[in-house]
């Protein structure tokens, strides 16, 4: 995947990068862009509408909640969190509200 977009860090180190939703759409596409800009990736989903085939080659991935995004955040040492996460089902949002209460911040 090649664009035009600038790439940048931290200065000029490479950056530790979480991002949250990594399995999903936007989560995984953001990771890969990370990943080319060469910084080290961490990938949290749960894969509830995400797919681990989705998770850029590069990048470490944790099957687990956003909940438990402090966890790995404490054992990490990030410099950056790119909190792509979310309840996504449109239908499902409306079908069944309460399981949207607390999303995409927090998960029950």
Do not use: W
Request: proline fraction near 5%.
């Amino acid at each position: 995947m090649s664009s035009n977009l600038p790439t940048t860090t931290l200065g000029s180190r490479t950056m530790r990068v979480l991002v949250t939703g990594g399995a999903g759409y936007i989560g995984s596409v953001t990771a890969a862009r990370l990943l080319e800009a060469g910084h080290q990736v961490t990938v949290l989903d749960d894969l509830s509408t995400g797919h681990a085939d989705a998770v850029p080659e590069g990048a470490e991935f944790i099957n687990g909640p956003i909940t438990d995004a402090g966890s790995v955040l404490s054992a990490g040492h990030f410099d950056a969190v790119m909190h792509c996460a979310a309840k996504s089902l449109v239908g499902e949002s409306v079908t069944a509200p309460e399981r949207y209460h607390r999303t995409p911040v927090a998960d029950r």
